[in-house]
């Protein structure tokens, strides 16, 4: 509801939106000289915004240094645009096209300016190019040259369909950016859905990432750490509470910060 309630907005008073965004970094920033966080500045390689970032959450679940108050993106967000602004020094994106699955509003346009051809789908969401099942996917094959689609595999039982049809609409030589939230020490597969976790089918651990290799030639991945600190690409949070009643099948990970990642896979 909210969030139809932004995208109204914004249609009918396209310049109001920025303006709030404005309005809402400098109350931000008050309010964390006040609570005397205001030493931690970051820079956002998304929207340019500098300083602080907000924090979310309460108690144990608090995840600090999180979100950009103007482009309101996270830092699997950042991680997720330096990659791509990375993978630009091998890739020309002017000759490229891409499908952009479960599309984040603030990327569209940004993507839609990089590429030849950009196409967005959904299972669900009407404002999209094609409204589409990730694994039964409406194209021929080696239809693309990129395929993102971030943070959706986690929410599917059958993956590995998913992952098949990803690589038949890949042409030869393609590229498939699928991150997943690694919030487990190893994979673990729910018997249901979560939904306290947002429907999540399962706790994603490193190991999950060796799927991807059954399905492309080759896998590389962005860390956290391949990026200056500037950019705040970790997740700050207590993973030490797991399991918990939210979460009952997820294993602890020891830390206050953790590193998030972005794999690359190749057709």
């Given at each position: 509801m909210k969030q139809a309630a932004k995208k109204a907005l914004t249609r009918a008073v396209p310049w109001l939106l920025p303006t709030i965004r404005e309005f809402r970094c400098v109350v931000h920033a008050g309010y964390m000289k006040i609570a005397g966080g205001a030493d931690a500045k970051f820079d956002c390689p998304?929207?340019?915004?500098?300083?602080?970032?907000?924090?979310?959450?309460?108690?144990?679940?608090?995840?600090?240094?999180?979100?950009?108050?103007?482009?309101?993106?996270?830092?699997?967000?950042?991680?997720?645009?330096?990659?791509?602004?990375?993978?630009?020094?091998?890739?020309?994106?002017?000759?490229?096209?891409?499908?952009?699955?479960?599309?984040?509003?603030?990327?569209?346009?940004?993507?839609?300016?990089?590429?030849?051809?950009?196409?967005?789908?959904?299972?669900?969401?009407?404002?999209?190019?094609?409204?589409?099942?990730?694994?039964?996917?409406?194209?021929?094959?080696?239809?693309?040259?990129?395929?993102?689609?971030?943070?959706?595999?986690?929410?599917?039982?059958?993956?590995?369909?998913?992952?098949?049809?990803?690589s038949r609409i890949l042409k030869p030589g393609g590229v498939a950016i699928l991150p997943v939230p690694v919030v487990s020490p190893n994979t673990v597969e729910y018997p249901e859905a979560n939904l306290r976790e947002f429907g999540h089918v399962r706790a994603v651990g490193r190991d999950y990432f060796d799927k991807y290799r059954l399905h492309f030639s080759s896998v590389r991945t962005f860390d956290s750490g391949d990026f200056p600190e500037r950019y705040q690409l970790y997740t700050y949070e207590d993973r030490s509470i797991y399991p918990d009643t939210d979460s009952p099948l997820r294993g602890p990970m020891p830390g206050q910060r953790h590193p998030d990642y972005v794999p690359v896979c190749y057709r």
């Open positions: 998304i929207c340019g915004y500098y300083g602080p970032f907000a924090s979310l959450g309460s108690g144990a679940r608090i995840i600090r240094h999180t979100l950009c108050p103007r482009c309101d993106l996270y830092e699997r967000h950042r991680l997720q645009w330096l990659a791509l602004m990375r993978l630009r020094d091998s890739l020309d994106y002017s000759a490229m096209s891409l499908l952009h699955f479960a599309p984040e509003p603030q990327f569209k346009v940004r993507l839609s300016r990089l590429f030849r051809t950009y196409h967005t789908a959904d299972i669900a969401d009407q404002e999209v190019n094609f409204v589409a099942d990730i694994r039964s996917l409406p194209f021929a094959d080696a239809s693309y040259d990129m395929i993102f689609a971030s943070h959706v595999l986690e929410h599917v039982r059958e993956d590995d369909v998913a992952l098949g049809e990803i």
